[in-house]
């Protein structure tokens, strides 16, 4: 049975009607969304590699490594990582048993020495004050020897032991000068010895500096610093100084790649949403990756190439030790288009 239905207006719509358009075009829109985004994604995923090569890479600059050349404790730190400091400015204080036991050997051979040098002295000094009666000794048998050879009446025992005499006076004087000249030989020799061995101690306590450790140029401590209380072995690093003067990015060039990237090229670095221009200033001839950076390459193949990245004068750095990723466009078309896209969306 068919019924009719009577509008009182046929311009006015139907209700149910317009809610099932509604709802047509939403499903419509939303099924359309969900296609052309995974269109999308395939698309990016798989054509991105053949429009730019891209890789991880870490905010650095020259960093000055502070170690100690023998085993130390720490007992104070004065600055924490990411502080800025300046050329000179204490930044801890260390406590070394093996620097005490080097000064220490350096008092025991000071104090070798100067009893040397005692012995020397009185040696020189018993040596000179007897030396004028030796030689008056040697005189006088001089004399008895001269009178017995030319006396024939003497009986020649007398005279064997007259020279005898003569000769023992003759040694002395002789031993007891060469032992002064001696003497003052290997008392200069002591004294030369005896300043160096000084300045080496007083080099190694102005070194040492009773602990305290100075940065050696201004910049920002690293992260790589030492704890209180630990303790280090020689060329351990006790802290690392990082130069802002001077900031680059060490990209790590990805294995698979359609052109190798050169000198000169235009990249960008993405740090958030930023993208800042820079350009490949050296590639560096190493074939393993920086220490530290195992972390972050984990995810990735290991890198065999590493190129160095330098910014623009007027581009905003990021900050150090920064994870970043560098985007290299394969062609000129292709990154004109990309910083069109970018400043259309303002993403600079």
């Known amino acids: ?21 509604a709802a047509g075009r939403l499903v419509r829109a939303a099924y359309a969304t969900a296609v052309f985004g995974i269109l999308g994604f395939f698309v990016i995923y798989f054509g991105a590699p053949l429009v730019f090569l891209s890789g991880p890479g870490t905010v650095s600059s020259p960093r000055y ?9 720490v007992t104070r730190m004065k600055v924490v990582p990411g502080e800025t400091v300046k050329a000179g400015q204490e930044i801890g204080q260390v406590r070394s048993p093996e620097q005490d036991n080097i000064a220490g050997n350096y008092m025991r051979g000071l104090a070798d020495i100067a009893s040397r ?39 020649m025992n007398y005279r064997i032991e007259i020279f005898r005499e003569r000769a023992l006076a003759h040694k002395t004087v002789v031993s007891q000068e060469a032992e002064v000249a001696e003497a003052t030989v ?37 992260t790589n610093l030492a704890q209180v209380g630990q303790s280090l072995v020689a060329g351990t690093p006790f802290a690392e100084i990082l130069d802002p003067s001077d900031i680059f990015v060490d990209w790590y060039i990805p294995n698979e790649r359609l052109a190798d990237p050169k000198v000169g090229h235009e990249v960008f670095v993405l740090f958030g949403n930023r993208r800042i ?14 220490a530290g950076t195992q972390t972050l ?46 400043g259309l969306f303002g993403l600079h």
């Open 1 to 21: 049975m068919n019924i009719a239905i009577n509008r009182l207006d046929p311009n006015v719509p139907d209700p149910v009607e317009s809610r099932r358009r």
């Open 277 to 290: 221009r820079g350009k490949i200033a050296e590639i560096l001839p190493v074939s393993a990756v920086y």
């Open 186 to 222: 290997q008392l200069a020799d002591l004294n030369e010895i005896s300043r160096q061995l000084q300045d080496s101690l007083d080099q190694v306590e102005r070194n040492f500096d009773d602990g305290r450790v100075s940065a050696p140029i201004a910049g920002i401590v690293s």
């Open 117 to 155: 040098r005692a012995e020397l002295r009185i040696k020189a000094r018993v040596a000179q004050e007897s030396l004028e009666a030796a030689r008056a000794y040697e005189r006088l048998t001089e004399e008895a020897a001269h009178q017995v050879e030319t006396s024939s009446a003497v009986s």
């Open 297 to 342: 390459l984990a995810r990735e193949r290991t890198a065999t190439q590493i190129a160095r990245i330098r910014f623009d004068r007027e581009a905003q750095l990021p900050p150090l030790k920064a994870t970043v990723q560098v985007h290299m466009y394969y062609t000129a078309l292709a990154r004109r288009v990309a910083s069109w896209v970018v």
């Open 65 to 73: 490594v502070i170690s100690l050349p023998y085993v130390v404790q």
